[in-house]
């Protein structure tokens, strides 16, 4: 193993059992991110930098990030920006006021641009170009350019770092925020664009671009004891070595996501790299001592009572799709990853540390067949999160998928179930405006007036499903759920 962070940093069940969140790092600067969501975007962002080639970017600022104590971010950002400005006026007072640019200012601007490019144009053509320039133009160039240099060498590694940090803080919260393309969101629905933001991310880096995005391969969902995880990483690592070159830059990402968090599993070059939060740790994929290592981690990071739950997305460039997809087809048609992808009676009653199961799973990736099949094998439709006590009905509403809360109702889902707080799936729904959902449960008998007491600061304050339906805005069920608690109140009146 080439390095391993031996401060997990954030790890849920780090032995120290601290847990360093970005989420705190972006409040310090005003940024209101979900925390329940951060993960996945953080691994998004390190699959760009595994897939671009900047993941010792990536794990730069992550480890500067962990460095420095939550509070003091702003003084340090503050710092490097005050010497920022600093090294851009004097730039400024050095360079002079705007002009045409001499010989040697000119000679000196070519070869800084052909050294910051990729493009063969030789000096002559390049000096060309720029004579054809207006003047002011060539000057603001010229200008820039040297900004930067100085830059570079004022600033420190450091000090360049922290500066990257509220952009990484701004890229987190465009896909926290992000809601999809309206073609596709208002075709396939608002939860199959967050199943897929990946291939319409808003934030691509060019170099990614160029390669044509990023595309799914395929996806699994099981259930994983120890030996299982052998068996996982077995069939993986096989599949890795005899259908792609070790040589061959094809890069290839698989997004692990379990009931509560999400880590990326990165693969280059016969390398491993694991993405949890923090600085990739690196792994020599025909390594067995690393292999083991990689599975306890993957275990450790994802549950606590040996046993995990999660999904297995596989990504890569639409440039190097063609060359991938024999490694998806061989692993996923592997016959001892299939056996342990089995929905049999022991894996549907298998469930991790936090109470999250196969079929919570598959609600949670949208998988109407899996939830289909799970049911029809006996899967309790009302099993529970820990400690949360949110049940599938409760997460299939969330999401608004119409037809797993079908089928789950069906199967004999208990629609007034109802938390401590008061909330049930119904209010859930009214709140993320899910107006079909709505109009489903309440088929399904379900009350029309639950009220849930949410804390706003030091305060607490009883809310109706209804009156959550108009502070999010979603008129359509406030008053559909309005008509029909005026409706109860007569009949019962009569």
């Known amino acids: 193993m080439r390095s391993i962070t031996t401060n997990l940093f954030h790890y849920p069940h780090a032995s120290s059992g601290k847990r360093v969140s970005i989420v705190n790092y972006m409040k310090t600067l005003g940024y209101e991110a979900d925390p329940q969501g951060v993960c996945l975007y953080v691994s998004y962002l390190g699959i760009h930098a595994l897939f671009s080639g900047t993941l010792m970017v990536f794990n730069d600022r992550l480890k500067v990030l962990f460095s420095i104590p939550e509070n003091q971010l702003p003084h340090y950002l503050a710092k490097a920006e005050a010497l920022k400005s600093s090294i851009i006026d004097k730039t400024k007072i050095e360079v002079g006021e705007s002009r045409k640019l001499n010989s040697e200012e000119k000679i000196w601007l070519v070869r800084e641009i052909r050294s910051a490019s990729n493009n063969n144009i030789s000096t002559e053509e390049l000096l060309l170009e720029l004579e054809q320039q207006d003047p002011s133009i060539l000057f603001d160039l010229f200008l820039r350019q040297k900004i930067d240099d100085n830059l570079n060498v004022e600033l420190d590694s450091f000090q360049h770092t922290i500066l990257s940090i509220p952009q990484f803080f701004a890229d987190i919260m465009a896909y926290?925020?992000?809601t999809g393309p309206d073609d596709i969101k208002n075709k396939q629905g608002t939860s199959f664009v967050k199943q897929n933001i990946l291939e319409h991310s808003p934030i691509l880096p060019d170099i990614i671009k160029q390669q044509g995005g990023i595309v799914k391969l395929g996806q699994s969902i099981g259930a994983y004891s120890l030996d299982n995880l052998t068996t996982y990483f077995d069939s993986l690592i096989h599949a890795l070595i005899k259908t792609i070159s070790s040589s061959a830059n094809q890069p290839v990402a698989l997004v692990w996501r379990s009931v509560n968090h999400a880590l990326v599993l990165g693969y280059n070059k016969n390398r491993f790299y694991f993405l949890n939060e923090s600085p990739a740790i690196e792994f020599v994929v025909n390594n067995s001592n690393d292999q083991s290592k990689l599975k306890l981690l993957t275990l450790s990071?994802?549950?606590?009572?040996?046993?995990?739950?999660?999904?297995?997305?596989?990504?890569?460039?639409?440039?190097?799709?063609?060359?991938?997809?024999?490694?998806?087809?061989?692993?996923?048609?592997?016959?001892?990853?299939?056996?342990?992808?089995?929905?049999?009676?022991?894996?549907?009653?298998?469930?991790?540390?936090?109470?999250g199961s196969l079929l919570h799973m598959a609600i949670k990736m949208g998988d109407v067949p899996m939830v289909k099949a799970l049911l029809k094998k006996g899967a309790d439709p009302n099993q529970t999160l820990l400690p949360s006590g949110i049940t599938p009905l409760m997460g299939a509403s969330q999401e608004g998928l119409l037809e797993i809360v079908d089928e789950l109702i069906q199967a004999g889902a208990l629609v007034n179930y109802t938390l401590q707080n008061g909330m049930t799936a119904l209010w859930i729904a009214a709140k993320n405006g899910h107006l079909d959902v709505v109009r489903r449960l309440l088929a399904a008998d379900a009350n029309s007036h639950p009220v849930v007491k949410l804390q706003v600061e030091s305060n607490f304050y009883d809310i109706a499903a209804h009156e959550i339906a108009t502070i999010t805005r979603h008129t359509e069920i406030s008053e559909l759920l309005v008509k029909k608690d005026n409706e109860f109140k007569l009949n019962k009146s009569q």
């Not at 999660?310 to 639409?318: D, K, P, Q, R």
């Open 176 to 178: 926290q925020t992000f």
């Open 301 to 355: 990071s994802l549950s606590k009572n040996q046993v995990t739950v999660f999904s297995t997305e596989i990504y890569c460039t639409a440039s190097t799709m063609v060359f991938l997809k024999p490694f998806v087809n061989t692993w996923l048609n592997d016959s001892s990853f299939q056996s342990i992808n089995e929905i049999s009676e022991t894996n549907i009653k298998k469930r991790d540390s936090h109470g």
